[in-house]
């Protein structure tokens, strides 16, 4: 109880002013904002998706790239084996 017999602490004389309420934003101002935003967001995909679509096509390429090769390593080879077997049937 002694907290209550304490005295309070002198009040400021002079009143806090409040702040004068905000103005809520136009509607078009929240929307040309939200416009803005979702065409800046538009255009970093679009340009993701151009990257992605360079990339994809690069890949495409060299797979391209290694089946050729692949195939004319396994041309080569059934070329040697076919020789081999030639040479061995001719040596009979």
Same mark, same amino acid.
């Given at each position: 109880m002694a907290e209550l017999d304490r005295p309070m602490a002198p009040r400021d004389q002079q009143k806090s002013k409040r702040a004068a309420p905000r103005k809520p934003a136009s509607p078009e101002a929240g929307l040309t904002a939200a416009v803005e935003r979702l065409e800046g967001e538009m255009r970093a995909l679009v340009a993701e998706r151009d990257r992605l679509a360079g990339e994809l096509d690069a890949a495409k %390429?060299?797979? +391209?790239?290694? *089946?050729?090769? *692949? +195939?004319? %390593? =396994?041309?080569?080879? #059934?070329? =040697? =084996? #076919?020789s081999l077997k030639s040479m061995l049937e001719g040596n009979r």
């Open positions: %390429a060299r797979i +391209t790239e290694l *089946q050729d090769a *692949q +195939t004319a %390593a =396994v041309n080569r080879i #059934d070329w =040697v =084996v #076919d």
